[in-house]
């Protein structure tokens, strides 16, 4: 990756939120980048920190009591670089990204939709924001952007209210709002968890289409390595607030390093593995209020070793493009290795 291919870095991004009597570190030291015109999956279990670094991206941490406390959100612009992270979220340059330049697909549209306005309204809300058009000029590009999306009959729709239409299609119009103003890069968080399959499917393939057609770049959050597999470039696979392993979408699946994402594709079914037994991750996260000094992963991890119990291990290349947070993956991890053997 060259410094013109790259789009969005997030370099040591970390997010404190603080509630009584303790500070929660939801984002503890994130650090990934985004190509142009590439699908970067974020992965990770509930509670991880994906769409916390993703609401961090946009300005819309709910502050108080969420805060950055640290790191840059490098964005790469025409004009050169923008840190995002001091950016003031209400502030007019943000404004003018958020929305515009960077959007954002939030994963329940029924809670993200305001229920006494149309869809087309919204559209255009967000149109007439960035984009200098009339009432009758935005209303044009909103029924464009349904028709885009898959919606039939998008002169009808546009004047339509969220609850007169299903999940799916809720869903599409979203994604309209999203792309309505062209961004460069647009944000999806977990876009089709409340839908059916048959409809998840026909989501992930519009979006890889407009992917396409607009030359935007995806950042896509999920816990799903199916749909990682099907729409992703890149992947970056988060645990309790931190990047473990980050990737190539081939090397993630057929060379994982890190020991969780290696339990990952041990739990998931195969068809060329039929016969074989799932392995599941053993314990749960632990509350991120109360994180281990070390390697957040340690108490589960089968190959965890004496120091993975008090430091945190660094994001460190384990081949070209390849890069894990282990310390399995240190060049002196001969003389710290001291495996807990029989330790549940």
Known sequence: MTSADVLLEVRDLEVHFAVPGVTVRAVDGVTYAIDSERTLGVVGESGCGKTVTALAIMGLIPSPPGRIVGGQILYHRDGGIVDLAQLPPRGQEMRAIRGNEIAMIFQEPMTSLNPVLTIGFQIMESITL????TKREA???AVEMLRAVGIPLPEERVDEFPH??????????MIAMALSCNPVLLIADEPTTALDVTIQAQVLELMNNLRRDFHAAIQFITHDLGVVAGMADDVAVMYLGRIVEAATVRDI???PKHPYTQGLMKSIPSLTRSKERLVPIEGIVPDPSDAPPGC???PRCPERMSIC???PPPLVATAPGHDAACWLYQPDVHLVRRTLRGWK
């Open 139 to 141: 209303k044009r590009q």
């Open 296 to 298: 957040g992963f340690e």
């Open 130 to 133: 960035h984009q200098r058009m």
């Open 309 to 311: 119990r008090t430091t």
């Open 253 to 255: 699946f057929h060379s």
């Open 164 to 173: 007169q239409m299903s999940g799916g299609m809720r869903q599409r119009a």
